[in-house]
């Protein structure tokens, strides 16, 4: 074993180091689980079921990745150990090698007596394992050290981008409460006129939305949907005609049915699937790493597309809102009648699938956080220097559309998503009231309880009614007839 190997090894390194560094390690990731933990219990405490199960779906891709760095870190000596050719290894790299050799005498010989050294050494020690066969390892332990931090940045970087998303989501349709309390508050009133209220908001929210030839021509309805996005997405006359569609669909007669607060669930339902990370974006993320290509500036051009689809998908929910009103105002009913609303369906959303929409909503923060991510990883093991991180007119644009796409579709996408959506033909899971479900499921509970008890009950008295049959038989069987007299 040479110095180097005798200095990085444990058998020769101070205990207190090695102490030390365990003990800072357990008490960090003691404090994340305990913390983990207790965050756990408060959402429990104050029933917010769907956000708990976010956060264990959280806790489980943290497993994950954990679970690939240990994978890395138990079988690095092994892939280390994999040799491919060296003519393999020079294509497709991230970064072209600066070569200085100059095909001289003198340099040939000083190479060929470098090589004969170093496969001298090799037969001492394993680092150099490939270059005996004259080859190349297919992944260098520093190269996977390297992984590891990108593991890390990963994780640490999803968990502060879906916090924010949570955060952002929450507070724009909390700006949307008020309107709901002066809605409830108006129905509270005995004697108050509340359809004339509400019609009054209804006829500016088809003058907003519907009225004007030009506003059914498809093309300028879409660029106003899409430039509405950026403001007044939301208004009140929005609001209310879409809460009145909701209720007169699916809870007709309920007119206090608190629908910013099934909103607020429903924020939660689609935030428990926004955590996780599918399979496909897994698959994603390999073709991202597969396609960082010197020269190609992929991910320049990669920053491009959550930002083109968080438009798409913002014009899009805008537009539907639009032709909710328009096929109101074709009816020509809504003129007469002041309580008109309008009809949920799922036509108007693409492939008559609303949940389309809170995939791609995915797919766009999934890939904005990816992209910070590897920013993070390259400026933390490389440096701003490296060729990797490409030029400061390439990394600016991806640092602005990355901030534009997490604050958008956050704050301005996802709550409009979570309006809009409600006019498809079901309703989603937040329809009940987390009480109302610990209720439903204790009913169920207790009902099957009394259907197994009730269900053995029958088949104990049934098993106890064939033994009193197979007694009485047998019990016939041995009563011996009476001889008949001749």
């Not at 002066?182 to 009133?189: A, F, N, Q, Y």
């Not at 007669?253 to 399979?279: A, C, Q």
């Not at 798409?312 to 109101?328: P, T």
């Amino acid at each position: 074993m040479t110095e180097e190997e005798l200095n990085n090894s444990l058998e020769y390194t101070p205990t207190w180091v090695v102490a030390g560094v365990c003990f800072v390690i357990v008490l960090l990731s003691l404090c994340a689980e305990r913390g983990l933990h207790k965050l756990g219990k408060y959402l429990k405490h104050k029933k917010q079921d769907a956000l708990f199960e976010a956060l264990q779906k959280l806790k489980e891709e943290l497993m994950l990745l954990g679970f690939i760095s240990l994978l890395l870190t138990v079988f690095q000596r092994s892939i280390s150990r994999i040799c491919i050719p060296s003519h393999v290894a020079t294509h497709m790299l991230p970064c072209k090698r600066e070569t200085d050799e100059r095909n001289t005498p003198a340099h040939y010989y000083l190479n060929q007596t470098i090589n004969n050294c170093r496969r001298i050494l090799s037969l001492v020690t394993t680092s150099d394992h490939c270059q005996v066969k004259g080859k190349v390892p297919l992944l260098s332990l520093e190269g996977l050290h390297h992984l590891h931090i990108f593991i890390f940045v990963l994780a640490v970087v999803h968990v502060i981008f879906c916090a924010t998303t949570m955060v952002l989501g929450r507070s724009k349709i909390l700006q949307w409460k008020h309107w709901e309390d002066s809605i409830r508050k108006d129905i509270g009133i005995p004697g108050k006129d509340r359809n004339r209220g509400e019609g009054a908001l209804n006829q500016e929210f088809f003058k907003e939305r519907a009225d004007g030839y030009w506003r059914r021509a498809a093309i300028i309805g879409w660029m106003i949907a899409f430039f509405k996005q950026f403001y007044g997405s939301v208004t009140e006359s929005d609001y209310i005609a879409l809460r009145q569609g909701f209720i007169k669909e699916h809870c007709p007669g309920n007119p206090n049915f608190d629908f910013h607060n099934y909103m607020m669930r429903t924020l939660e339902v689609d935030f428990r699937k926004i955590v996780g990370i599918s399979w496909y974006l897994w698959l994603f993320v390999v073709l991202f790493l597969l396609m960082n290509v010197e020269g190609w500036n992929t991910y320049f051009w990669l920053a491009f597309l959550p930002l083109i689809l968080l438009l798409l998908v913002g014009a899009k929910l805008e537009d539907i809102i639009s032709l909710l009103a328009q096929d109101v105002t074709q009816s020509g009913v809504h003129d007469n009648e002041a309580t008109t609303r309008v009809k949920p369906s799922d036509e108007h959303f693409w492939f008559n699938n609303p949940g389309i929409v809170l995939d791609l909503i995915h797919f766009i923060l999934f890939q904005n956080s990816f992209e910070f991510s590897f920013l993070f990883w390259i400026w933390s093991t490389y440096g701003f220097n490296s060729c990797i991180m490409e030029k400061w007119g390439y990394i600016i644009p991806r640092l602005v559309m990355g901030v534009i796409v997490q604050v958008l579709c956050s704050y301005s996408t996802l709550p409009l998503h979570s309006i809009v959506t409600q006019m498809g033909a079901l309703f989603k899971d937040g329809i009940f009231d987390p009480l109302v479900i610990s209720a439903i499921r204790q009913f169920v509970d207790e009902g099957e309880k009394s259907e197994r008890s009730t269900s053995h009950g029958m088949h104990k008295m049934m098993n106890n009614e064939s033994s009193e049959q197979e007694m009485v038989t047998i019990e016939s069987s041995q009563v011996q007839p009476p001889y008949s007299s001749s």
